[in-house]
T-cell receptor, first 110, second 115 residues
Framework: KNEVEQSPQNLTAQEGEFITINCSYS?????LHWLQQHPGGGIVSLFM???GKKKHGRLIATINIQEKHSSLHITASHPRDSAVYIC????????????FGSGTQLTVLP | ETGVTQTPRHLVMGMTNKKSLKCEQH?????MYWYKQSAKKPLELMFV???????ENNSVPSRFSPECPNSSHLFLHLHTLQPEDSALYLC??????????????FGDGTRLSIL
């Protein structure tokens, strides 16, 4: 059974701070996704990773396949970044199970 | 404008009612998904449709019945639901099926309350 653990569960930061959210998983995967969910429920897919690093604006996502770990970084954080950030992985093999983390609630204060 | 539209946004129904949730995408995608998000629980994938064919059913109770008449529309028919089915139901689409491929576009969800 694939376990996906995110840390921290809750994070409060001041505007401008550099933020890191972590995701660890326990089995081999074909891809890892980072999602952003705003209050009210709407979800935006931020990144899909299978190796290395991706950057989009102030967001950077990295993955270390050997260590089964991914990080999402936000540079120069802003109050509009306040949301729940969710990690999701698709496991390898015939089961190809899709497992979601419980999310990290980020609050950026002005 | 997300490109994926879900209706209704809110739904309150009794356990004996029959209702349907609707999802429509204008992105030209071929895969569509239903997810359930219960309070304080991780997101759960329910169904996947790829080119109108169901490719995944993650042990969802039969009181939830999906329908995909074409690649742009997805329905979730509800009947004889239980209070624990109260949740946010999210629809998503992607160019092709499977989470190992392209990122998905999500709708804003339907918040369902079962009385």
């Amino acid at each position: 059974k694939n376990e996906v653990e995110q840390s921290p569960q809750n994070l409060t930061a001041q505007e401008g701070e550099f933020i890191t959210i972590n995701c660890s998983y326990s089995v081999g995967i074909s891809a890892l996704h980072w999602l952003q969910q705003h209050p009210g429920g709407g979800i935006v897919s931020l990144f899909m990773l299978s190796s290395g690093k991706k950057k989009h604006g102030r967001l950077i996502a990295t993955i270390n396949i050997q260590e089964k770990h991914s990080s999402l970084h936000i540079t120069a954080s802003h109050p509009r970044d306040s949301a729940v950030y969710i990690c999701a992985v698709r496991s390898l093999g015939s089961a190809r199970q899709l497992t979601f983390g419980s999310g990290t609630q980020l609050t950026v204060l002005p | 404008e997300t490109g994926v539209t879900q209706t209704p946004r809110h739904l309150v129904m009794g356990m004996t009612n029959k209702k349907s949730l609707k999802c429509e995408q204008h992105l030209g995608h071929n895969a569509m998904y239903w997810y359930k998000q219960s309070a304080k629980k991780p997101l759960e994938l329910m169904f996947v449709y790829n080119f109108k064919e169901q490719t995944e059913n993650n042990s969802v109770p039969s009181r939830f019945s999906p329908e995909c008449p074409n690649s742009s529309h997805l329905f979730l028919h509800l009947h004889t639901l239980q209070p624990e089915d109260s949740a946010l139901y999210l629809c998503a689409s992607s160019p092709e099926g499977g989470w190992g491929g392209q990122p998905q576009h999500f709708g804003d969800g339907t918040r369902l309350s079962i009385l």
